[in-house]
């Protein structure tokens, strides 16, 4: 990612509220929005990534526009590189090894996971799946010896 190497998420029960968090990230820090969607079961994604400032200052202004609709937050300073690519889908693997998942009930934990997997061990992400049609959960796709 070129502007940055962290990560931040605020993910709300309310579609409405998601817009308003989406507007007031993008307004508040120099930030890049990664996804901006609604997702399983009726809540609202607000996931973006830039310089570890920029993203605190979103994150705690997104809190702020989100109210008591927030259930779910987090940012990832020093995140590690091949999780961007994962996120949308472009991981070039020229081929596949070994196949590892890790299922989670949140959007946050799914992506600290598949950071914390490939910051400890020598895998590499396929795709990260962040709760569509799946009933809010997410997962991560992995490969390695």
């Known amino acids: 990612m070129s502007n940055g190497n962290a990560i931040g998420i605020v993910e709300t029960s309310s579609i409405a509220r998601?817009?308003?968090?989406?507007?007031?990230?993008?307004?508040?820090?120099?930030?890049?929005?990664?996804?901006?969607?609604?997702?399983?079961?009726?809540?609202?994604?607000?996931?973006?990534?830039?310089?570890?400032?920029?993203?605190?200052?979103?994150?705690?202004?997104?809190?702020?526009a989100g109210a008591h609709t927030v259930v779910d937050h987090f940012m990832i300073a020093n995140l590690h590189p091949s999780v961007f690519p994962a996120i949308s889908g472009v991981s070039h693997l020229p081929e596949l090894q070994s196949l590892g998942v890790i299922e989670a009930f949140s959007v946050s934990s799914v992506i600290e996971a598949a950071d914390a997997a490939v910051k400890a061990t020598p895998v590499q992400l396929i795709n990260l799946n962040l709760a569509m049609a799946i009933g809010g959960k997410g997962w991560v796709s992995m490969t390695g010896d």
Do not use: H, Q, W
Not at 27 to 36: I, S
Not at 42 to 58: H, N, P, Q, R, T
């Open 18 to 64: 998601g817009f308003k968090i989406a507007d007031t990230v993008l307004k508040t820090a120099n930030v890049r929005m990664v996804v901006n969607r609604t997702i399983c079961p009726g809540k609202y994604m607000v996931l973006f990534g830039g310089e570890i400032d920029d993203v605190s200052a979103a994150v705690e202004a997104g809190l702020v």
